[in-house]
């Protein structure tokens, strides 16, 4: 019995992560995504670290294989890895304001590590600080957006699972 509890809150997790995954897929405002909350969530539910990990980049991996790859997704994969950890953090302390500080770190970690790979792999900007500072700048309409995205997306998840949590009882516990 308890096998099969630990399947079901696999597949729930599994596909509550892939399903926003998908959601990349559809017409939305730019840099108004799923991706980081999905990453937090992976950390924070996911007791097996390796599963936190291979089941969002999996998730990210097939949406981007639709939407095309670039020269800095390795900056992208980073921030993406960096949400997952803090999402550790989360596990068994998940609340509407350590999840929204959550959110908003790994918020802020992302956009420096992609404005920091546009900055040095794109070729638009020139290899100096001024450059560098350029690359933030041009960055923030695209943060605001995605701090929002972010900040929606996780509102929705980890309340929707908490929905479910009370609802359906097998999915009280972690795995």
Same mark, same amino acid.
């Given at each position: 019995?308890?096998?099969?509890?630990?399947?079901?809150?696999?597949?729930?997790?599994?596909?509550?992560?892939?399903?926003?995954?998908?959601?990349?897929?559809?017409?939305?405002?730019?840099?108004?995504?799923?991706?980081?909350?999905?990453?937090?969530?992976?950390? %924070?539910?996911?007791?097996?670290?390796? =599963? &936190?990990?291979?089941?969002? $980049?999996?998730?990210?991996? /097939?949406?981007? *294989? !639709?939407?095309?790859?670039?020269?800095?997704?390795?900056?992208?994969?980073?921030?993406?890895?960096?949400?997952?950890?803090?999402?550790?953090?989360?596990?068994?302390?998940?609340?509407?304001?350590?999840?929204?500080?959550?959110?908003?770190?790994?918020?802020?970690?992302?956009?420096?590590?992609?404005?920091?790979?546009?900055?040095?792999?794109?070729?638009?900007?020139?290899?100096?600080? %001024?450059?560098?500072?350029?690359?933030? =700048? &041009?960055?923030?309409?695209? $943060?605001?957006?995605?701090? /929002?995205?972010? *900040? !929606?997306?996780?509102?929705?998840?980890?309340?929707?699972?908490?929905?479910?949590?009370?609802?359906?009882?097998?999915?009280?516990?972690?795995?």
């Amino acid at each position: 019995m308890r096998t099969q509890n630990l399947k079901l809150q696999l597949i729930t997790i599994s596909g509550i992560i892939f399903a926003l995954a998908m959601f990349r897929l559809l017409p939305h405002l730019p840099n108004v995504s799923p991706v980081a909350a999905m990453a937090l969530f992976g950390g %924070a539910y996911f007791a097996d670290k390796r =599963v &936190a990990f291979v089941v969002p $980049f999996a998730a990210l991996f /097939l949406s981007d *294989l !639709v939407l095309g790859l670039h020269n800095s997704m390795v900056f992208v994969y980073a921030g993406f890895a960096l949400t997952v950890a803090i999402g550790f953090l989360l596990k068994n302390r998940v609340s509407v304001t350590n999840t929204a500080f959550a959110m908003v770190v790994s918020s802020v970690l992302f956009f420096l590590l992609t404005n920091f790979g546009a900055w040095m792999m794109s070729g638009i900007y020139p290899q100096t600080a %001024a450059g560098l500072m350029q690359a933030y =700048v &041009a960055g923030i309409p695209f $943060f605001q957006n995605s701090l /929002l995205g972010n *900040l !929606v997306f996780a509102a929705v998840i980890f309340g929707g699972y908490h929905l479910l949590q009370e609802n359906v009882p097998v999915l009280k516990k972690q795995f």
